[in-house]
């Protein structure tokens, strides 16, 4: 079942981003705050701007995408959303994911957005990311890159 996370989702929804970030390899850059992933995964429940869904399988979190919606910075009458994190247990990406990101279009739509961003992390195989994401209609905008400093 895929269904809006709610404040008491919160900490386990943190517990398995810890999981995320170390196959997404952010390891390099930052280290992972529970702490911190809380207070952002409650903004995104609490706040207009904030999108966070679960995947739930008999009252167990399985898969959870959050993101957020913003003015575009060039067209402030024009709202835009990006991804910040879809992710599905090891073995159990098995369809429900895209489910996740249909709900988090849907919001996105439902609160306005005119446009919605979705990343494809190096680490976990880009190739195939993109060419989902292609069939689902979104096309190639940029690549970022990424550094410690």
């Not at 989702?9 to 970030?21: K, M, S």
């Not at 679960?54 to 913003?70: F, K, N, Q, S, Y």
């Not at 990101?101 to 976990?124: F, H, P, Q, Y």
Request: charged fraction near 30%; charge should be negative; glycine fraction near 10%.
């Amino acid at each position: 079942m895929i269904r809006r996370a709610t404040l008491d989702d919160v900490p386990e929804i943190a517990r398995l981003g810890e999981l995320f970030h170390a196959e997404a390899g952010w390891g390099d850059i930052v280290e992972y705050s529970i702490p911190d992933t809380e207070k952002t995964l409650a903004h995104l429940v609490e706040s207009d701007d904030g999108i966070l869904f679960v995947a739930d399988r008999d009252g167990e979190i399985v898969g959870m995408c959050g993101g957020l919606a913003h003015p575009v910075y060039f067209n402030h009458s024009c709202k835009g959303g990006q991804e910040l994190f879809w992710w599905m247990r090891p073995g159990l990406r098995d369809g429900t994911g895209w489910l996740l990101l249909e709900a988090m279009e849907n919001e996105a739509r439902r609160i306005g957005c005119l446009s919605w961003s979705m990343i494809a992390l190096d680490k976990v195989n880009p190739e195939l990311t993109g060419r989902l994401y292609r069939r689902r209609g979104y096309r190639a905008s940029e690549h970022s890159y990424i550094k410690r400093l």
